[in-house]
């Protein structure tokens, strides 16, 4: 079992680091753990929790992306239908298969013809990944899928597969993977200036949660900041041309009884013909998502009263008879895409997904753009630079051959060790847990689901659902205390457990005794 630990601001400070990586969103997290894996003392800060930012607040899915076909980008498809494959496997209890029914209408940009070619495609592009090939269906086809879809205008359409996961927890999964390995990772560490020695960034000066200073000294500092990308590339150089254009993706929670699908639904929005998705979250769906640009702070970001009339609008349009209104939107949430700037005067969703590595006038290496399911291949390029970096021992040509490959492609992140999960459900009965809860356990901890189960024997009240809505309990609470680097209540109810977006309250009936089991 992965036992990870917090390294603390001060105690940086005396570590002699080969690279110090700024962000801990999953980009910052899969550099941090490739370095490790390749034998670098690295370490990790973040000026809030891990994964707060972009990296908690997607679309929770693993996915070729099907829509990048329309715009020819063969080879960004490829690579992540490639990844998805990889994470199906190296994290099987944070990442699902998931069916997606794709309905074509009649009057949609995408007639039922154009889908067919397009998710032939796809399956061509994903053969040998471990999901089935995508079918397509006559109107009569579809509506045995999905009885409840609009039947006015239907046409037709498709099935296929992508993969859905949990966003926040892979960040600390593949996090504690990096600290199992030597490395080290600190939140709540903001960085208030650059270190330069002899006109290169040599480290950085940070402030902890409580007001801890301490100046952390690398070889190489590599900014994975996200939507806060430029504002460091500004530390640097202040004359350094802007990379980013930045979208605002928001997202809107409903009971899923409301809509009465059973699987994902892939569909077009009305209103201006773009790719959606209304996706199952056990007994809740999520609406999503919106691409709008975006100018201010990234940490305020929240979903519009426009936002929430665009996702119901366009859920209704697909499931007419659910007639969802404000009233029912158990949750939202929103998140700032950090996209490359092609300066194109087009719409925001139009914005290519491909990703961007830069180095510095004072050489930091800065990676921006990119997408959720390609951040293992984004680390990978990151460390390989970092690796040519002569003061490492490389070259531009020939990075050190001893640390060539890092294996992230087929060492199991904590909790996916295996793909069989039967023997926890078993034990789970046995100690007299509802099957939801057992469920929820065993898509949260994968195998270490083990470790909860040892704490509820030393202890049956820790069996207590700490919220009424939610089939978490209070054993969890202690795990991931004790596993998972939190500092705050809201770490928990936020990104380790999901209560903020999954239930009615937002988690506030489960604050008091989170708060106490921390304590």
């Given at each position: ?23 801990g969103?999953?980009?910052?997290a ?10 670098l ?7 809030g929790?891990?994964?707060a ?6 679309s ?7 829509r990048?076909l ?11 239908l ?7 496997r190296?994290?099987?209890h944070?990442?699902?298969?998931l069916p997606?029914?794709?309905?074509a ?6 007639p ?12 061509v ?15 009569a ?54 270190v ?31 939507p806060?990308?430029d504002q ?8 350094a041309?802007?990379?980013?254009r ?10 899923r009884?409301?809509?009465g ?24 769906s ?13 940490a ?5 009263r426009?936002?929430?009339t ?10 007419p008879?659910a ?9 939202s949430?929103?998140g700032?895409?950090a ?15 491909e990703h ?9 290496i ?6 959720l399911?390609t ?8 460390v390989?630079?970092?690796?040519a ?8 040509e ?12 087929t060492?199991?992140?904590p909790?996916?060790e295996s ?17 939801a ?7 949260t901890?994968?195998t ?5 189960y ?17 089939p ?6 202690v ?11 809201e ?19 489960a ?9």
């Open positions: 079992m992965t036992v990870s630990v917090r390294t603390a601001v001060q105690d940086l400070a005396g570590r002699e680091l080969d690279l110090l990586v700024i962000g969103g999953i980009t910052g899969g550099i941090l753990r490739d370095a490790a894996m390749r034998g003392r690295a370490a990790l800060v973040d000026q929790d891990f994964g930012g972009t990296s908690s607040r997607s929770r899915l693993i996915h070729g992306g099907l990048y329309e715009h020819g980008q063969m080879r960004l498809v490829f690579e992540a490639r990844e998805r494959s990889i994470l199906l190296i994290a099987p944070l990442v699902h298969p997606f029914a794709f309905p209408f009649k009057g949609d940009r995408v039922r013809w154009k889908l067919a070619v397009g998710l032939g495609l796809y399956g592009l994903a053969a040998g990944g471990n999901v089935p090939r995508p079918r397509i269906f006559g109107k086809g579809m509506l045995a899928l999905e009885p409840n879809l609009r039947v006015k205008g239907l046409t037709g359409g498709g099935l296929y597969y992508d993969a859905q996961c949990d966003d926040a927890r892979l960040v600390i999964g593949t996090l504690r993977s990096a600290i199992a390995h030597g490395a080290h990772a600190c939140n709540y560490a903001r960085v208030t200036a650059l330069t020695e002899n006109g290169r960034v040599a480290g950085v000066d940070l402030v902890g949660e409580v007001g801890q200073v301490a100046q952390v000294r690398a070889k190489t500092v590599v900014n994975a900041t996200g806060w990308t460091l590339r500004k530390m640097e150089d202040p004359a041309e802007p990379l980013l930045l979208t605002q993706g928001s997202h809107i929670v409903a009971r009884s409301r809509l699908h059973t699987r994902a639904i892939t569909c077009l929005s009305p209103i201006d013909g773009r790719v959606m998705f209304i996706l199952p979250w056990g007994d809740l999520y609406i999503g998502t919106t691409d709008t640009d975006y100018t201010g702070d990234p305020q970001v929240h979903p519009t426009e936002d929430i665009y996702l119901l609008r366009s859920a209704n349009s697909v499931f008879h007639r969802l209104d404000e009233h029912d939107v158990v949750a949430w929103a700032v895409r996209l490359i700037d092609g300066h194109s005067a087009g719409p925001a969703s139009s914005v290519s997904r961007k590595v830069v180095t510095g006038s004072g050489g930091m800065s990676v921006a753009g990119g997408k399911t951040y293992r291949r984004m680390a990978a390029e990151v390989d630079l970092v690796l970096d002569r003061r490492l021992g490389g070259s531009a020939t990075p050190d051959s001893t640390h060539a490959s890092a294996g992230t492609d060492e199991p992140l909790g996916g793909a069989t999960f039967e023997p926890f459900q078993t034990a789970g009965a046995e100690l007299g847990l509802p099957p809860t057992v469920e929820h356990l065993i898509r901890f994968g270490e689901t083990a470790a909860v040892n704490l509820i024997r030393g202890d049956r009240k820790l069996r207590q659902q700490i919220h009424p809505e939610h978490a309990i209070a054993a969890e609470v795990q991931i205390v004790r596993r998972e680097m939190v500092v705050y209540p770490d928990v109810l936020t990104r380790r457990l999901r209560l903020a977006t999954e239930t009615s309250d937002g988690g506030k009936a604050l008091n005794r989170v708060a106490a089991l921390m304590a």
